[in-house]
């Protein structure tokens, strides 16, 4: 190999990590310079950070290793050659349902040791008496900051995040969601918006809509006071496990055989009137923001159905052009069973007073 050939690698290297490691600031938080590169430069880029990341992970994940291994994975040469590396998304709830069953989280934490390159060999989780408790300590004394499903299928997935790439992706939201083609790019100090951000969830919480909260909080309102939520406290990751076990075992027709102590029943039963109140609360909370936070910028993070009927209730009262043009609706699943008219988002637009949503 040549030197020119050597600086070149060493180069594509060096912008590999970089890209990899914080994408928004090798853009230099600019939207228009992240789409502004040709194709042949973004896939070399591509490429190297994924080889960059596959090095470092073969030796420091385990269960990359074993992947690779049982595979006679040789390498990445294209971007293609990644894909037999690629987690199914069985594999973040691969662990014995017992695990979780019994509170048996020393086991279940050697199993999430291998499915992160951060080491949890030494974390004593003889204090945990649940999924929340097990929760509290891995954020308390790791890098983790692990976020559950719901757990409709009687078990619950737990992605192995780390409080870093949290950060990272609330870092990326403002530059993906503010910015549109050809605007410069905003000053590193002014790139946390001061917006208010608008959750209808609990403030906080195990699984991942309660989860991202907190990096909303940092990268769009900038303080705790500008975060409204429709309950101040946490989803008990417990109940909600409880919860999804009754359905499944329901469903199998084997709800007598199904144990459960009566600390746990009580909070089932609390769990549940808060759910039948949450239609009237959800209302309530709604009502309020829209009195309260009217003509101000607005980031807005919840299910297509939810912000469909609230704008269809606000336009039968008169309620239209509520928040100031430039907020932020990000809308996602969750509604399962319903099916979207073609065109709910004029009313949401219409009501919101945004002129498109994103999401």
């Known amino acids: 190999m040549t030197e020119a050939a050597k600086s070149i690698n060493a180069d594509i290297g060096a912008k590999a990590r970089a890209f990899a490691n914080d994408p928004t600031e090798y853009f230099r938080y600019s939207f228009t310079a992240m789409h502004s590169l040709n194709r042949e430069e973004l896939e070399a880029l591509q490429l190297a950070a994924l080889k960059y990341r596959f090095e470092q992970f073969y030796d420091s994940v385990s269960m990359v290793k074993k992947y690779a291994d049982k595979q006679h994975f040789d390498g990445i040469e294209k971007l293609e050659d990644v894909v037999p590396m690629l987690f199914e998304h069985t594999m973040y709830k691969s662990y014995p349902p017992s695990l979780l069953e019994n509170n048996r989280f020393d086991q279940l934490t050697r199993w999430l040791d291998k499915l992160t390159s951060h080491d949890l060999s030494d974390l004593d989780v003889s204090s945990c008496e649940g999924i929340t408790d097990w929760l509290m300590l891995l954020d308390r004394e790791t890098p983790m900051k692990l976020s559950h499903s719901s757990g409709t299928t009687g078990t619950m997935s737990f992605n192995p995040f780390s409080k870093q790439e949290w950060d990272l992706v609330g870092k990326s939201y403002p530059m993906s969601f503010m910015q549109e083609l050809g605007d410069p790019a905003p000053d590193a100090a002014d790139y946390v918006s001061g917006m208010h951000v608008v959750s209808p969830t609990f403030r906080d919480g195990g699984n991942a809509f309660a989860r991202a909260t907190d990096m909303y909080a940092k990268w769009f309102a900038g303080s705790e006071d500008k975060v409204h939520t429709l309950y101040p406290g946490r989803l008990d990751s417990d109940v ?54 009217s003509g101000k910028r607005v980031f807005i993070l919840t299910t297509w159905n939810m912000i469909y009927d609230l704008a269809q209730t606000g336009i039968k009262r008169g309620i239209k052009g509520v928040f100031a043009s430039d907020s932020l609706i990000l809308s996602g699943g969750g509604a399962k069973g319903l099916v979207r008219p073609d065109n709910w988002q004029e009313p949401v637009c219409e009501f919101t007073g945004v002129k498109r949503l994103k999401g």
């Open 240 to 293: 909600l496990y409880l919860a999804a076990r009754i359905r499944a075992a329901r469903a199998k027709g084997t709800l007598d055989q199904l144990k459960v102590g009566p600390h746990m029943l009580a909070k089932q039963k609390e769990f549940e009137a808060q759910q039948g109140r949450m239609a009237g609360d959800m209302e309530k909370f709604f009502e309020r923001i829209v009195n309260e936070l």
